[in-house]
């Protein structure tokens, strides 16, 4: 009896898939491959760039808020309300060029528009060549950004009770804390009468002596106040060597400048100052740094307010793709007003701070 022989549909059916079907299978595998890496490399890229704008929207929020914190305390000494009261100690001044120094008769200052060799008028204060970086060592790489503006302030930080003067005689003055102060520190002291600019020379209990004399004793019955001189300068600087840009500010340390980078991809800055011209506390004109209007310390002295803008970019490149055309910096436009194709996302920030001590 003969075995059975399979049909023909039995055949085709062990024989498998064609090298057609094998194809086509193949094909079609590969394009849902692909589009799989596609969209996780879309994704990935939009989450880069979403990650990266985040910290520069962080950024931005921080430079911001700590420039105009400063802003609006510019020519706080204590309840005087005129620099031209403010005195310095002659064992204290360094000259024009020292950041506390207001030799120049200005609280506050600007540079529009830096460019080699400009200073602040009128103290004539020159704009950092070479900032140090956080740790206070030299970076000779990092020099200031041409075309950015610059600002310099200064203040004293009075915290109450602490800083409050019980009493004075000669180079000594009594405050309800020591804790704020130290030895060589640069301090301002100041009734509603008078402010003076005092270096500490030593300090035992709540009693500072001080280097020099007081040019008036300061009565507890006038609420006179004893504070840290603050003096400050923002600046954008570059590293000459990577492009790399950053937000740099100058502070005052006991008696010495510090340079401490803060924030980088900052890569513009840029300041109009608002002038009362009326004497009604309200700007009449937003001027630039140095313009008619806004060049001595008189000029400078009716600042009720001040505008800023930042610009900002990613750290990182995402394709050259172009960025549309960004908003102007106040007066400035941008070094691109075509647009950027260098892959960079920016930002522009802009803000206004009420100057609360002049005008």
């Given at each position: ?22 194809m ?50 510019a ?113 301002g002291?100041?009734?509603c ?29 006038n ?23 950053a ?7 006991g ?25 009604d ?52 436009t ?26």
């Amino acid at each position: 009896m003969s075995a059975r022989r399979p049909s023909r549909r039995s055949r085709r059916r062990a024989g498998g898939f064609s090298l057609v079907e094998l194809m086509v299978a193949i094909v079609i595998g590969a394009v849902l491959l692909g589009g799989a890496i596609s969209l996780f490399i879309t994704n990935r890229e939009t989450y880069n760039v979403t990650s990266d704008l985040a910290r520069v929207q962080e950024s931005a929020r921080f430079a911001v808020d700590m420039m105009v914190s400063d802003l609006r305390m510019a020519g706080y000494f204590g309840c005087v309300d005129d620099v031209n009261r403010v005195t310095e100690s002659a064992t204290v001044v360094a000259g024009a060029d020292a950041l506390w120094s207001l030799a120049g008769g200005a609280a506050l200052e600007g540079v529009d528009n830096y460019a080699a060799a400009d200073t602040f008028a009128p103290s004539g204060s020159a704009v950092p060549a070479n900032p140090t970086d956080d740790a206070g060592a030299a970076v000779a790489a990092w020099s200031t950004v041409v075309g950015s503006d610059a600002v310099m302030l200064r203040y004293i930080r009075a915290r109450l009770p602490a800083h409050q003067v019980t009493g004075s005689t000669g180079n000594t003055v009594t405050v309800n804390s020591a804790a704020d102060f130290a030895a060589d520190q640069i301090i301002g002291v100041a009734d509603c009468g008078a402010a003076e600019i005092m270096q500490v020379d030593s300090i035992a209990g709540t009693t500072l002596t001080l280097d020099d004399a007081l040019g008036r004793a300061y009565s507890a019955a006038n609420n006179p106040v004893a504070a840290p001189m603050v003096a400050v300068r923002y600046y954008v600087a570059a590293n000459a060597a990577t492009g790399e840009t950053a937000l740099f500010r100058d502070v005052l340390t006991g008696n010495a400048l510090r340079s401490q980078r803060l924030f980088d991809g900052v890569e513009n800055l840029q300041f109009l100052y608002g002038v009362d011209t009326n004497g009604d506390r309200a700007p009449d004109a937003y001027l630039k740094a140095g313009e008619a209007g806004l060049q001595n310390a008189g000029d400078w002295s009716r600042v009720v307010s001040v505008r800023l803008a930042v610009l900002l970019r990613t750290l990182d490149a995402f394709g050259t793709a172009r960025e549309y055309v960004l908003p102007p910096l106040l007066d400035q436009t941008h070094g691109n007003n075509n647009g950027y194709n260098d892959g960079f996302r920016r930002r522009v920030f802009t803000t206004t701070a009420a100057v609360r001590n002049l005008g």
